[in-house]
Structure formats: C-alpha cells, structure tokens
C-alpha cells in the first residue's frame, strides 16, 4: 500500500484509473470502516482510503484535539484489506491556506437533526468531501449509513453538482449487543460500555411500536428520550423521519406508509453517541 500526503503525488499515482473506489474516513479504523473497505472493493478498482481528522467539522468545544489518532494501527489493518492507496494528508497539504471557499447543504437538511445540535458541522463534512473527491477522482465513495444524514447530504451533493462519483451507503456494523461500531466508543468507561447498547435498543423500540401501526410519532419519541434520561443519558434527539428528506412525516405520509428512519442522538457521561434505525 503506498502512503501520500500530497494531493500531486495522489494525482500522479491515480492518472489513468477510471474504477476507483473511494473511503474517506478520519481514521481509528473499527470493523465498520473495514467492512467499507469490502464493500468499496465489490464496487471498484482500485481502493483508495483517506485518513483525515477535518478541523472544519468540529465545533469549538467538540472533540478535534482528543479524537483518536492511532495511525500505525490504521495503516497495518489497511493494509490486511488490500487498500492500494492510502491518502493521509497533513492540514497542510489539505489546507495550506485558509478554507474560504466552502460548500454549505440547504438549511432544511443541513440545521436540522445533526446539523442543529452541530451547527457548522456539515458543512465543515462537504467541504471536505469535495475536496476529497477532487483529489481522489473516485468513481464510487462508500459511506456508512451509521451516519445517516451525512450519506444523504453527501448523496445529495453529489447529484446536484453532477459529481461524477456515485455514492454508496453500507450498513451499520454492530457489536454483538448491538451497539454501532464508532471510533468515539473508546472514549466509554466500562460501566458507560455496558450500558451503550440501551442507544439502539430504544431505536428498536419506537421502530417496533411504529411497525406495529402507532400513529403519534412525537409522543413515542418523548417516551423514548425519557426512558433514555431515566437511565442517565442527556439525548439530543430521537426522531421519526421520512427516509427521502430526513423531514418530520405528516399524518397523510404515515396514512400512506412513507418509508421512515428513527434517528437518535445522545450523551452518556461526556460521550456523544449517534445511532439510527429504518422503519
Ligand atoms: O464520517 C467521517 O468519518 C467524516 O465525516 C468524513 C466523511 C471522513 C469527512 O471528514
């Protein structure tokens, strides 16, 4: 696997492909990014990954300075995969001046859900994307659907803008008690590991009650947030939302079965965890 840190040296060792296959990530690689790793490889060839903590997506009191870098780790399981390239720029090489041209989602799915909670986060992620892209030239680019709403925005981006990269969305790995794989897990305490799971269980909940015909979503995602609370968790959200523009279903759309996702976000101790489930 080779390891560049400059886009030109990228560029130069991409000339020519036409089927690449493209991972961006910030690293700590889990099992869900390697199980990315495989799908990209159905799809294209060759796999190229990126390793890239992007200080444009966190917000100031977000966890940019803490987030786990364990680059030989990366670089080994990599490796393992088969990736041929590994991009690994330094903010440098990816910002060597300041970031002033961004690319901003409509405030209807870009503020809302994440992008309430993490105002700036989204665009900091397309951003960074595009310019991934730019660089990697990828025909395909996997992304997890564990972040459900930034595979939409990326998704979305790319039609808009005709990007000549089609995107895919890979299902959520998950820990035998069902907890998504995500690189902030490893800031859980033992206690905090074991009750994590409590996440999706509740996401099954509401989804299971929807399935079975409930027809008042807000008040089974009250429920749902004060269960989580009961438990000690501080959510931000739980919420029931039409799979096509992430916005809240109408009685019509429930009337008509609208395929749904619930979407959660909450706190145990000072960790922030995201999770979701399609109805
Ligand atoms: O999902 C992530 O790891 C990041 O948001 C991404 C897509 C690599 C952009 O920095």
Same mark, same amino acid.
């Given at each position: 696997?080779?390891?560049?840190?400059?886009? &030109?040296?990228?560029?130069?060792?991409?000339?020519?492909?036409?089927?690449?296959?493209?991972?961006?990530?910030?690293?700590?690689?889990?099992?869900?990014?390697?199980?990315? @790793?495989?799908?990209?490889?159905?799809?294209?060839?060759?796999?190229?990954?990126?390793?890239?903590?992007?200080? #444009?997506?966190?917000?100031?009191?977000? =966890?940019?300075?803490?987030?786990?870098?364990?680059?030989? =780790?990366?670089?080994?399981? #990599?490796?393992?995969?088969?990736?041929?390239?590994?991009?690994?720029?330094?903010?440098?090489?990816?910002?060597?001046?300041? +970031?002033?041209?961004?690319?901003?989602?409509?405030?209807?799915?870009?503020?809302?859900? &994440?992008?309430?909670?993490?105002?700036?986060?989204?665009?900091?992620? %397309?951003?960074?994307?595009?310019?991934?892209?730019? %660089?990697?030239?990828?025909?395909?680019?996997?992304?997890?659907?564990?972040?459900? +709403?930034?595979?939409?925005?990326?998704?979305? @981006?790319?039609? +808009?803008?005709?990007?000549?990269?089609?995107?895919?969305?890979?299902?959520?790995?998950?820990?035998? =008690?069902?907890?998504?794989?995500?690189?902030?897990?490893?800031?859980?305490?033992?206690?905090?590991?074991?009750?994590?799971?409590?996440?999706?269980?509740?996401?099954?909940?509401?989804?299971?009650?929807?399935?079975?015909?409930?027809?008042?979503? #807000?008040?089974?995602?009250?429920?749902?947030? /004060?269960?989580?609370?009961?438990?000690?968790?501080?959510?931000?959200?739980?919420?029931?939302?039409?799979?096509?523009?992430?916005?809240?279903?109408?009685?019509? =759309?429930? /009337?008509?079965?609208?395929?749904?996702?619930?979407?959660?976000?909450?706190?145990?101790?000072?960790?922030?965890?995201?999770?979701? #489930?399609?109805?």
């Amino acid at each position: 696997m080779k390891i560049i840190s400059s886009i &030109e040296e990228l560029r130069d060792q991409l000339r020519g492909q036409l089927r690449t296959a493209f991972v961006p990530t910030m690293g700590n690689l889990h099992e869900g990014h390697l199980s990315l @790793m495989r799908l990209a490889r159905r799809h294209g060839d060759p796999v190229v990954a990126s390793i890239f903590v992007n200080r #444009l997506q966190f917000g100031p009191n977000e =966890d940019f300075d803490k987030y786990p870098r364990t680059f030989q =780790d990366d670089v080994k399981k #990599l490796e393992k995969e088969g990736v041929y390239v590994l991009f690994a720029p330094t903010e440098k090489d990816m910002y060597p001046e300041p +970031q002033e041209y961004r690319v901003r989602p409509p405030d209807g799915l870009g503020n809302t859900l &994440e992008g309430e909670f993490r105002p700036g986060f989204f665009e900091g992620v %397309c951003t960074v994307v595009t310019k991934l892209f730019s %660089c990697v030239q990828p025909r395909v680019a996997v992304f997890g659907k564990k972040d459900y +709403q930034q595979l939409m925005i990326v998704r979305n @981006m790319a039609r +808009q803008f005709a990007l000549p990269t089609e995107i895919i969305g890979a299902e959520t790995f998950r820990a035998e =008690d069902g907890l998504a794989l995500s690189s902030r897990n490893g800031y859980l305490s033992d206690t905090e590991r074991a009750e994590a799971p409590a996440l999706f269980q509740s996401l099954n909940q509401v989804a299971g009650e929807m399935r079975a015909g409930h027809r008042d979503p #807000l008040a089974l995602e009250h429920g749902a947030m /004060e269960g989580l609370a009961a438990r000690g968790w501080k959510p931000d959200y739980i919420s029931i939302r039409k799979r096509i523009d992430l916005q809240a279903p109408t009685s019509a =759309d429930l /009337e008509r079965g609208e395929p749904l996702v619930v979407l959660a976000a909450a706190k145990l101790g000072s960790t922030r965890l995201i999770d979701n #489930l399609e109805i």
